[in-house]
């Protein structure tokens, strides 16, 4: 059984830094992309940023430069380093698969607020 459990979320005011991390068991994790996503208050869940097994990345045009996602195979761990955050980056971000269709279940998320 797939488990996602993410943590680090938290207030900070805008132009501030976040790192959040989301641990997985159940899977091979090393084997998969994996994404950070986020899902803002009236809006749909959308993915932000990815790293495949490799070690390649994607981002929104809208985190490039502020956002870093990471991964460390041995503690099936994938990281997101948020700086430079705005209240428009508030939001759930969860974690799970990306390049495919996500895991049927996601954790609980961890809140980011944005705000002075």
């Known amino acids: 059984q797939v488990k996602l459990v993410e943590s680090g979320g938290g207030l900070v005011q805008p132009g501030g830094s976040l790192r959040l991390s989301c641990a997985a068991s159940?899977?091979?994790?090393?084997?998969?992309?994996m994404g950070w996503y986020r899902q803002a208050p009236g809006k749909q869940r959308e993915l932000v940023v990815s790293?495949?097994?490799?070690?390649?990345?994607t981002a929104l045009n809208s985190v490039k430069g502020r956002f870093t996602i990471s991964r460390d195979n041995a503690k099936n761990t994938v990281y997101l380093q948020m700086n430079s955050l705005k209240p428009e980056d508030t939001a759930v971000y969860y974690c799970?698969?990306?390049?495919?269709?996500?895991?049927?279940?996601w954790g609980r998320g961890t809140q980011v607020t944005v705000s002075s």
């Open positions: 799970n698969r990306a390049g495919g269709a996500p895991f049927p279940d």
């Open positions: 159940g899977i091979s994790f090393s084997t998969y992309t």
């Open positions: 790293i495949s097994s490799g070690g390649g990345t």
